[in-house]
């Protein structure tokens, strides 16, 4: 790639306006103006779409705005330039806000803030503000009046971060009630003036059905899993390809890697997120995608800015490690529901872009099974974030210390020296569990092995599948093969002969990569692993 220092322009990830994107000239738009003309267009003209945070949905809002308002001279050489769009000919009035100004600390600061807004709104539109009547009332009169004074008769209205006002109570059940009752009332307005809205869109991260603010707007054509509109929001691996391929080439030019390598790499991290079970499309989360663009490093991004907190909270109160979510059951139905009383961890961690779907299991109307799905961790950004949140903030794990040992131990993975690694880093990762947790009985001791072990790169493979039975954890590396056996309060040694007799190792034995036997006892009155005892095992 010829002069790489020359300057790029890398898709947004702080411009989240269509207009000062499309005529500032520092970013880059990567069109999705067609998948926007269909939704416009949509039989149904009141609709919600949910995406995680950080993934496009206010540069949408804004881009479709620049559409209804006609103001084609910002789509030029744009997939809707060349489309019989209405917008061009007969444009019609939009209203847009975004209730994440909504953001009181307590439910008089929400109220005073929302009353905020609907003014704002008269006086946008060079209305008096009625000096009586509540604020759903208030909001009500407002889409009304601005609908007549329209040349069309009708508003469009684009409401982003809906959820926003509740999400920021859901640690304070009596102030959310008070707050989510306030907002179904303010958000039932636009049920009850359908006919003066030419179109509705609304966003936000979750789907909040049974919170009541969600049945005030049952209206809705929810189109978050929708076939169509899957690739709406983030980027796919044809657009690195296409639009995107001199950001790739760019930044695979200052890692010294071709582009084929920097492309693997970019969407190892931050690929994955697949949001309809209709299409196998999966896309890249934008932001992250464009942070790493800019700055020519491969990291994590996108947990620095939304509630990893929360989130770490549910698992560990759900009984769960980060690497117990690696492959979890759900139906359609408890994806589409987020209930604040109860937060279900499966519905809070898919809405909130930790888990996406992975399979497609289909239902069997005739036997009663309903279709389900199974649910991962999109990539390795969500993964490493998972992991070090949980160390750090239910583990209470120093990141240095901690690092320190996670960077040792996979050192001595990569060099094949598992007496090092098992002898040393295990034994002191295991002797960084907080001293109040107990590790109860064997399957708790092979989680944490598998928290651990992944924390260092090394991916084990957990209960594998053999002729007589399961091996807890198989570990794969170009070099060799690593079969472990654990055990509670019992022997390593009873370890290695469970694996020998039950041929837990036997379907590698012969193949071009030697094979290690691990075998480990975990000891309650030590609190840690008793010396593991590991045998190579010779080819046959």
């Known amino acids: 790639m010829e002069n790489v220092e ?17 005529l500032g000239g520092k970013g880059k738009y990567v069109d999705k103006t067609d998948l926007l003309y269909q939704l416009a267009n949509d039989a149904d003209q009141q609709l919600f779409i949910s995406r995680p945070r950080r993934f496009g949905k206010s540069l949408m809002l804004s881009t479709l705005k ?43 600061e ?17 209305l008096a503000i009625p000096e009586k009547g509540t604020i759903p009332g208030k909001f ?11 040349p069309t008769g009708k508003v469009v209205i684009l409401i982003d971060e809906y959820d ?17 009752k306030l907002l179904h009332d303010f958000y ?8 003066s809205i030419r179109f509705l869109m609304m966003t936000g991260v979750t789907k909040l059905t049974k919170l009541s603010v969600f049945s005030g707007l049952n209206h809705l054509k929810d189109r978050s899993m929708d076939g169509r509109f899957a690739t709406l929001l983030g980027y796919t691996p044809e657009e690195l390809d296409g639009p995107l391929r001199e950001n790739v080439e760019e930044f695979g030019a200052k890692n010294g890697k071709n582009f084929a390598e920097a492309k693997a790499g970019l969407l190892s991290w931050y690929d994955g997120y697949r949001f309809s079970p209709r299409s196998e499309a999966r896309v890249c989360n934008p932001v992250s995608l464009g942070s790493a663009l800019e700055s020519g490093e491969l990291k994590g991004y996108w947990e620095m800015t939304g ?11 759900a009984g769960k490690l980060p690497s117990d979510i690696e492959n979890v059951s759900a139906d359609a139905f408890m994806l589409d529901v987020c209930d604040a009383e109860s937060l279900p961890m499966e519905s809070l961690l898919y809405q909130g872009g930790y888990l996406t779907i992975k399979e497609t299991r289909p239902g069997d109307p005739d036997m009663g099974r309903e279709e389900c799905f199974v649910l991962a961790p999109p990539n390795l950004e969500v993964r490493e974030a998972l992991k070090r949140d949980y160390l750090s903030q239910v583990m209470g794990l120093k990141e240095s210390p901690f690092n320190a040992l996670v960077d040792k131990a996979k050192q001595q993975i990569a060099s094949g020296n598992w007496k090092g690694y098992l002898c040393e880093s295990l034994f002191g990762l295991y002797a960084s569990v907080p001293p109040d947790w107990q590790i109860k009985d064997e399957a708790e001791a092979k989680r944490y092995f598998q928290l651990f072990a992944s924390m260092t790169g090394a991916n084990p493979q957990p209960e594998v599948a053999t002729m007589l039975g399961y091996a807890d954890a198989v570990i794969e590396t170009p070099k060799e093969v690593c079969v472990f056996e654990f055990k509670y309060r019992k022997s390593a040694k009873a370890a290695i002969r469970q694996i020998r007799e039950r041929g837990y190792a036997d379907k590698w ?30 080819k046959v």
């Open 188 to 195: 039932e307005k636009l049920k009850f003036s359908s006919d």
């Open 110 to 126: 929400v109220k005073e803030q929302l009353g905020e807004l609907v003014d704002g709104l008269f006086t946008q539109v060079g």
């Open 307 to 317: 509630r990893t907190s929360l989130i770490i909270s549910r698992i560990e109160r």
């Open 509 to 538: 034995i012969g193949g071009e990569r030697p094979v290690t036997l691990v075998g480990i006892n975990f000891n309650p009155k030590k609190r840690n692993i008793d010396m593991p005892i590991i045998e190579k095992e010779c």
């Open 140 to 150: 009500r009169k407002f889409i009304q009046a601005a609908a007549k004074k329209s």
């Open 66 to 108: 620049a559409m209804f308002e006609g103001r084609r001279e910002l789509f030029k050489g744009l997939a809707i330039d060349g489309l019989p769009w209405e917008g061009w000919k007969q444009p019609t009035p939009v209203y847009s806000f975004t209730m994440g100004d909504v953001s009181g600390e307590n439910y008089d």
């Open 164 to 180: 926003e006002p509740v999400a920021a109570f859901l640690d304070d059940m009596a102030t959310l009630k008070r707050v989510r």
């Open 6 to 22: 020359r300057r790029i322009k890398v898709p947004t990830t702080g411009v989240f306006d269509f207009p000062s994107l499309i």
